[in-house]
């Protein structure tokens, strides 16, 4: 029995995402005695594949071919499954997962768990703990198939880093005819130092910073703490900030460490996409503002006065 884990990689790089649950496919193949062996498909350098080797992967199976729609990467995965007699499947959570997981599973015959938020309990069964009502709650679901697929939430795991190299194998693999009927014509990338998907530590603002003219409070903190820059849905619609940085259920969800909420009242929409979050900190001058409620930490003044204190804190740190 094996298990693969699927690396995402993006602008020629292993996304930290990926090297979490490269960690944790690594753990649970120690608890199952079980051979773990990654899976990554594009162009990327061997250097960076085999800094997966750090995290407990000894081997990187590399389909070096540029692949793009949904189907194939079920495709190419699965052959990838058979070929190393796979009976466990682990992913890390992305919207380039979430088009191709469940058509895997199918492909398959397997049971899937995503938002997976912990290692599985094996004492008795496989039982997985996964995170549900946008993080909110969890539920243990028993899962029974002899073929699995797990989808792990981001910041689910804290790796354990260490020093070896894992070795490459290529395989020269193709999807099947009928996966490629759907074309991409154009890819928009987001931009900025730090995207929100990635972030460790994400700095919001709402419409309490009262303009665009005043963003430069937030960007200079999230600077400090080497953080994303996120924003309210109202902000986006006002267009202050592009549509890409708008964070809530209908927007962006973050599992970030820390999200600093700045002059957001916190409507539950927004909240939907930020309650993943190990620590939530809010800043408002309205001591009833419905965030504090849900934050871990709040501070109750005007941000125009608390930011730029909290930037010189931030960067004495550094």
């Avoid at 703990?129 to 029974?144: C, D, L, N, Q």
């Avoid at 991409?184 to 130092?193: A, F, H, N, R, W």
């Amino acid at each position: 029995m094996s298990i693969l884990v699927y690396i995402e990689t993006a602008d020629g790089a292993v996304k930290k995402s990926s090297l979490e649950v490269a960690a944790f496919a690594a753990e649970l193949g120690k608890k199952t005695g079980s051979e773990t062996i990654a899976l990554a498909i594009g162009k990327i350098g061997s250097d960076q594949l085999e800094l997966v080797g750090n995290y407990g992967i000894k081997k990187v199976i590399h389909v070096a071919s540029e692949v793009e729609s949904a189907q194939a990467l079920a495709t190419i995965t699965l052959k990838t499954v058979e070929k190393i007699g796979a009976t466990i499947v682990v992913l890390p959570k992305s919207v380039t997962v979430d088009s191709f997981a469940s058509r895997l599973a199918v492909k398959m015959k397997a049971n899937m768990v995503s938002n997976v938020a912990e290692l599985p309990d094996t004492a008795a069964g496989f039982m997985v703990k996964r995170s549900i009502y946008t993080g909110k709650a969890f539920a243990w679901v028993e899962m029974k198939s002899a073929n699995k697929v797990l989808v792990v939430k981001k910041n689910a795991f804290s790796p354990m880093i260490g020093a070896d190299k894992a070795t490459i194998e290529l395989f020269a693999t193709t999807a099947d005819a009928l996966d490629n009927l759907i074309k991409v014509k154009e890819k928009i990338k987001t931009t900025g130092d730090i995207l929100l998907t990635d972030a460790e530590i994400v700095v919001s603002g709402g419409r309490g910073m009262k303009g665009p003219e005043n963003w430069h409070l937030i960007e200079d903190l999230a600077k400090a703490l080497h953080a994303a820059t996120g924003c309210s849905k109202p902000v986006s619609d006002m267009d202050w900030r592009p549509h890409h940085e708008h964070v809530g259920q209908t927007g962006v969800k973050v599992s970030p460490n820390i999200y600093i909420a700045v002059g957001i009242s916190g409507a539950i929409q927004h909240l939907a996409g930020v309650n993943s979050s190990k620590v939530i900190v809010a800043i408002n001058k309205d001591p009833e503002a419905p965030f504090f409620k849900a934050a871990d930490y709040g501070i109750v003044g005007d941000a125009f006065e608390i930011l730029p204190k909290l930037t010189e804190a931030a960067k004495k740190l550094n």
